[in-house]
């Protein structure tokens, strides 16, 4: 249950970041495509803390029986005066780590014949792509608006707002189909000992 709503705070705070982003930002002079997109995303992360919190409900619980952190709204903090850095960390970052661990967490339910629940994870992961997917394109979009090139400005702003090396192993292929390519993260990996 603990993992389930693990899960579910984490959509939730997505549904909220993806929100925020929208108003936050209102005033960039970005296009309505952007916004829109950003809307859909959060649809998509209501959706998905619906899916988590009907899995709940059939054991018996629900969000907010447990305590949850709040890793993702430090990092809206850190990032909240610049919409560049935001996109580097949230979707490039925190969400894109998604695509590396919920294959595993899909097979491990599959494997304990709780289809039900990977089933929910396959939904999440799949509507994941997406959402790194439109991080991606607007954060090469605001970085050729402001003449910068793509992967050492994602660089030098996640060092500056992420705390910490990013973890390997890394799902390259989801990645790669979220327009993620392995020159963004591979060079700020730290390999476990």
């Known amino acids: 249950m603990a993992f389930l709503h693990a899960i579910a705070h984490i959509e939730l705070n997505a549904m909220d970041l993806a929100w925020d982003i ?3 930002f209102a ?3 970005m296009p309505r495509s952007f916004y829109d997109q950003w809307t859909r995303v959060a649809a ?13 409900a059939a054991f018996g619980a629900r969000y907010g029986d447990l305590p949850a952190h709040d890793g993702l709204w430090q990092a809206a ?14 979707p490039l970052v925190l969400e894109a780590r998604g695509l590396d661990v919920t294959p595993s967490m899909v097979a491990t339910f599959r494997g304990a014949d709780d289809d039900a ?16 997917y439109v991080g991606a394109a607007w954060f090469r979009y605001l970085c050729d608006r402001q003449g910068r090139a793509a992967e050492p400005a994602f660089h030098a702003l996640v060092r500056k707002h992420f705390r910490g090396a990013l973890k390997p192993p890394f799902n390259d292929r989801a990645r790669s189909e979220a327009c993620l ?4 993260y ?8």
């Open 22 to 24: 929208v108003g936050r």
């Open 117 to 132: 629940t990977a089933d929910v994870l396959q939904r999440i992961y799949d509507d994941e792509k997406g959402h790194v």
């Open 181 to 184: 390519t392995p020159g963004f």
């Open 186 to 193: 591979r060079p700020l990996e730290t390999v476990r000992t």
């Open 77 to 90: 903090e850190a990032t909240g005066h610049d919409l560049t850095a935001r996109l580097a960390v949230v």
């Open 44 to 56: 998509e992360e209501a959706l998905h803390f619906g899916l988590l919190s009907e899995r709940m």
């Open 27 to 29: 005033g960039e002079g």
